[in-house]
């Protein structure tokens, strides 16, 4: 079983579509959460960045970590053609000496007009 | 120049040749990585450096050799590789090991012929 699972997709929208992106794992010693965003061609860009069980939000993008269950989701309100990319969960626990991060295979999102 | 940059961003190399991967950041950040993205596979963590020390070597065959010369340089030595090598490797830097907010750069796209 893999630490962490992340349906590959590739998920294909409208324009102003919710879209919601799903992780699931299985260590209980993940302590920190993030969704990454990987334009084609490019290094991954932090989207967003999450601690403890419960919803945050910024702007149209929405991250929720549910610790109890083992899953965390990123939504995308008013979705855009400029938010086609793919979405990379990554979890991290103490490895000793560092912060290590395991990441999810990916989602490719197209949003088209 | 800003964040995290990687040189080149291609590179063709015979199984026999030697060739190195740059990565340089300009964010001030102590703690710098090398990972390797593989098509349809999570990111998968190679080395860690915390001030220029080594703290994680994750099982990486010795083919590929990491250098840091100091905490705003990272160097990535290549030789004998294989075909399967090729892969997208990514540099990333974070303020420190226990920071999980990882910088990536945009990678070097690599192809072992």
């Known amino acids: 079983q893999k630490e962490v699972e992340q349906d590959p997709g590739p998920l294909s929208v409208p324009e102003g579509a919710i879209v919601s992106l799903n992780c699931t794992y299985s260590?209980?010693?993940?302590?920190?959460f993030m969704w990454y965003r990987q334009y084609s061609r490019k290094g991954p860009e932090l989207l967003m960045y999450?601690?403890?069980?419960g919803n945050k939000e910024d702007g149209r993008f929405t991250a929720q970590v549910d610790k109890s269950s083992k899953y965390i989701s990123l939504f995308i309100r008013d979705s855009q053609p400029s938010d086609s990319a793919t979405y990379l969960c990554a979890m991290s626990y103490w490895a000793g000496g560092y912060n290590k991060l395991i990441f999810g295979a990916g989602t490719r999102l197209a949003v088209h007009p | 120049e800003t964040g995290v940059t990687q040189t080149p961003r291609h590179l063709v190399m015979g199984m026999t040749n030697k060739k190195s991967l740059k990565c340089e950041q300009h964010l001030g950040h102590n703690a710098m990585y090398w990972y390797k993205q593989s098509a349809k596979k999570p990111l998968e963590l190679m080395f860690v450096y915390s001030l220029e020390e080594r703290v994680e070597n994750n099982s990486v065959p010795s083919r590929f050799s990491p250098e840091c010369p100091n905490s705003s340089h990272l160097f990535l030595h290549l030789h004998t590789l294989q075909p399967e090598d090729s892969a997208l490797y990514l540099c990333a830097s974070s303020q420190d090991p226990e920071n999980t907010e990882a910088f990536f750069g945009q990678g070097t796209r690599l192809t072992v012929v």
């Open positions: 260590n209980s010693a993940f302590q920190y």
């Open positions: 999450t601690y403890s069980s």
